[in-house]
């Protein structure tokens, strides 16, 4: 589904990734970990087209996209939530939500929402809530619910659980699972290697830009929990 091919990233004289190639295929979750300032985010920005690559090519179900827009690769089925849990503090739950899909209208989006409030129950009680008054957990959930809103083929997640109580570790680990159960590809990075180990089934440690190990997740295990904690 997802096809980076020697990928070369560099912010002025700041080289940020250094020939990374990886693949995921249809409901695949590949887990990207690696310590601060590895290159994770830099990754999945270029994935989504925030930031241009040097070199390398990026193929999205057999299309090179490497030089799309952004709102083009969006419309391809690429979703994307932020690191840092970012909504719209001062708009409605369901408001930040449904801006993830400002193609769908009238039933087809009152159907999106339905679906996601069945994944995640408390998206119907707190609708009316501005998203800023909710809890850390409460706020990522719905991050990630606004970029599946737009029922992506690939969703990119950049530290779903950085900060986060073990309540919503869980609630997002049944979200992914519930994605893979319907062919999502997900890319998560995670500095946070313990919990996300128990939900991807292929992983990448990237140190410096480059990859250093890559395999099922419980073969690379040993070497992701050792990069927690650099
Ligand atoms: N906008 C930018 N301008 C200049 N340098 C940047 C920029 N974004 C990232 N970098 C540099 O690129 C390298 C990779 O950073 P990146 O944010 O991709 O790492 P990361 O693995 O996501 O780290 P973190 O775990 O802290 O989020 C680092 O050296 C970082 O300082
Ligand atoms: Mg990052």
Known sequence: ??????LHVAYGGTRALDGVSLDIAAGQTVLLVGANG???SSLINT???LVKARSGTISFEGREITSLDADVRARLGIGYSPEGR???PTMSVKDNVLAGAPQLKGQELSRRWDYLVAAFGFLAERQHQMAGQLSGGQQQLVAIARAMCGAPKLLLLDEPFLGLAPVWIEQISAAVR???NEGIAVLMAEQMARPAL???HYGHVL???VIRRSGPTAEIRGEALAE???
Do not use: P
């Open 178 to 180: 519930r994605m893979q």
């Open 86 to 88: 970012r909504v719209f």
């Open 198 to 200: 128990k939900i991807a």
């Open 228 to 230: 927690e904690y650099l």
């Open 38 to 40: 590895a290159g994770k």
């Open 47 to 49: 994935v989504i087209g």
């Open 1 to 6: 589904m997802l096809s980076i091919s020697d």
């Open 207 to 209: 140190r410096s830009g």
